[in-house]
């Protein structure tokens, strides 16, 4: 039987009623680029347990969840005493298996930590839960870009905040904003001296907007950046952003796994 998340205590969060919180790890079996990389062993340790033991470690005071849709996923997790639930197969998102993990937790907001950020912190964590107890019906989090090259790198999604609040205006591929007095050639240095910000595929969600996201339209700019967000924000939702400078390491291919091999030391 799964344990219900926690009731935590108003104003802990930010928030000024008492709330349900849970964090939930939407894990996918095969993977494009990196195939079967949330199995792959890392100095003995399979990628996903050691994103589960960092999540624990970070924030043992939130309910910790694995939305899985593999046998073998449920498997490893459960090995180390985690909780698991197992999804449908044929999701499209991972946004889609989080609602339906959600409907056996019963969360009132949900965080979203991706199954192969092996370095989330708990200041991450707990900035976002912030975020989700304000008035925003979505939350996620950026950190500045540091050099040209990865301002330029369409696998790096930018985001645009605005700049009297905490909240997000758009995501792209593209390297925005545009320098257009340069032409777009901008240097390191003009990165770092402008509002350059990487997303980070960390989230928190309000269960409302968690169980319609999957029936929302799909938005022309989803289509065009391939990027879901988008159809938040396309749909009149808010997407409140906060700043990190916490390092991450996304292992999306077996070079970043080696990456963070070598960080391991």
């Known amino acids: 039987m799964l344990a219900s998340a926690c009731n935590l205590k108003a104003g802990r969060y930010g928030g000024g009623a008492m709330s349900k919180l849970a964090l939930v790890v939407p894990c996918r079996l095969e993977s494009t680029r990196f195939p079967r990389k949330l199995l792959h062993v890392i100095k003995g340790k399979p990628l996903l ?24 996923l449920r498997d490893c997790v459960e090995s180390r005493g985690f909780r698991a639930i197992l999804t449908r197969a044929d999701h499209a998102s991972g946004t889609d298996r989080l609602a339906e993990a959600n409907t056996v937790i019963g969360a009132d907001h949900v965080i979203n930590v991706q199954a192969d950020e092996p370095l989330v912190s708990a200041r991450q964590i707990r900035a976002l839960a912030e975020l989700i107890a304000g008035p925003a019906d979505m939350a996620t989090l950026a950190t500045p870009f540091t050099t040209a090259a990865d301002f330029a790198n369409p696998n790096q999604v930018k985001v645009v905040l605005a700049s009297s609040a905490q909240q997000a205006l758009y995501f792209s591929r593209s390297p925005i904003p545009y320098a257009r007095d340069l032409g777009g050639r901008v240097d390191d240095a003009w990165v770092r001296a402008n509002p350059c910000f990487r997303h980070l595929g960390l989230y928190a969600y309000k269960a409302a907007l968690l169980q319609k996201f999957a029936s929302l339209p799909v938005g022309r700019l989803e289509q065009i950046e391939k990027l879901e967000q988008l159809r938040v924000l396309e749909n009149g939702y808010t997407i409140a952003c906060g700043l990190t400078e916490d390092p991450t390491i996304g292992v999306d291919t077996p070079e970043d796994a080696e990456k963070f091999e070598r960080w391991l030391g």
């Open 49 to 72: 347990l050691w994103v589960a033991e960092q999540i624990a470690r970070e924030a043992p005071e939130i309910p910790l969840y694995f939305a899985v849709d593999h046998e073998l």
